[in-house]
């Protein structure tokens, strides 16, 4: 199976910052790599997919990238409303797995 | 709007069933895949089954594979995830999801496998 290594586990940032986390995967996923956000007592919600696409209706200040074993999940200002938990997923090969996810948190 | 709604979870003792269901509206249910996503109390996301389109074909991990069955009436626009020997490690909040890469979920139902 694909480990999906995510860091980091807490991130707490001001208003306005630029936010980066970050996955790891074991092996190549060919960028196969969504990113999700969830908040307390949502559902989980799909920002990006296939490493750079963004999903309708998610703003523009999230924004994906990377390639091989390595991606990046960035918040270009960092918004109140974005207070969540996120967490990657890799979907090049089964099984399909996350990373253990990262609370973002204001400081 | 697409809408995803999950029921069926509860308190179950060890080695009994259980059958979760998810009521799909908001899209044509009979075009995607669907699949179930489990997440245990303070741990991470654990995929556990997905189904093609027309119910024919099926894949599950090695954890649940033989215990659970993942199964979908297109007519009635349902997903279910039909649960047996249950175990203390399958106490999660079970995720219905649309598509094999999660593209919507629901708001998820607890499973608590307890004696």
């Known amino acids: 199976d694909i480990q999906m290594t995510q860091s980091p586990s807490f991130l707490s940032a001001t208003v306005g910052d630029r936010v980066t986390i970050n996955c790891k995967a074991s092996?190549?996923?060919?960028?196969?790599l969504n990113w999700y956000q969830q908040k307390l007592g949502e559902a989980p919600k799909r920002l990006i997919y296939?490493?750079?696409s963004l999903q309708t209706g998610i703003p523009s200040r999230f924004s994906g990238s990377g390639s091989g074993t390595d991606y990046t999940l960035t918040i270009s200002s960092l918004q109140p409303e974005d207070v969540a938990t996120y967490f990657c997923l890799q979907h090049n090969s089964g099984p399909y797995t996350f990373g253990a996810g990262t609370k973002l948190e204001l400081k | 709007e697409v809408q995803l709604v999950e029921s069926g979870g509860g308190l179950v003792q060890p080695g009994r069933s259980l059958k979760l269901s998810c009521a799909a509206s908001?899209?044509?249910?009979?075009?995607?895949?669907m699949a179930w996503v489990r997440q245990a109390p303070k741990k991470g996301l654990e995929w556990v089954a997905t189904i093609s389109t027309s119910g024919s074909r099926t894949y599950y991990p090695d954890s649940v594979k033989g215990r659970f069955t993942i199964s979908r009436d297109n007519a009635k626009s349902s997903l279910y995830l039909q649960m047996n020997s249950l175990k203390s490690e399958d106490t999660a909040t079970y995720y219905c999801?649309?598509?094999?890469?999660?593209?919507?979920w629901g708001q998820g139902v607890m499973v608590t496998v307890s004696s």
């Open positions: 908001g899209f044509t249910f009979s075009n995607y895949y």
């Open positions: 092996q190549n996923i060919n960028k196969y």
């Open positions: 999801a649309r598509r094999d890469t999660f593209d919507y």
């Open positions: 296939n490493t750079n």
